[in-house]
């Protein structure tokens, strides 16, 4: 039997995923992963399979550059692999 946290967070993803392309979505999927207080403290922009990721306060970079590859992974389990290839950091 799967936990229930493992239920919802596939349910989740599955909603996510299909939902049409938009900066909601994408804010809303960033928020999700990186948490509320991240999420106000940055702003996203996802082109071409780039979210390009501007925090607000510089000093967040490094901490958000350190947890690129985690942030990255959990992205692309709820938008897709396709969707988010990469993620840059503007510091």
Known sequence: ??????VASNV???IIRRQPAS????AFAW???VGPAIARATTVNLDAG??????RDARW???LTRAKAGILMRLQTLLGREA?????INA
């Not at 900066?23 to 994408?26: A, H």
């Not at 988010?84 to 840059?88: G, N």
Request: charged letters at 25%; a neutral charge.
């Open 12 to 14: 989740l993803a599955e």
């Open 50 to 55: 780039v979210l390009r990721v501007t925090p």
């Open 61 to 63: 970079a490094p901490e």
């Open 84 to 88: 988010v290839k990469d993620i840059y």
């Open 31 to 33: 928020s999700v992963v």
């Open 23 to 26: 900066k909601e979505r994408t």
């Open 1 to 6: 039997m799967l936990p229930l946290q493992t």
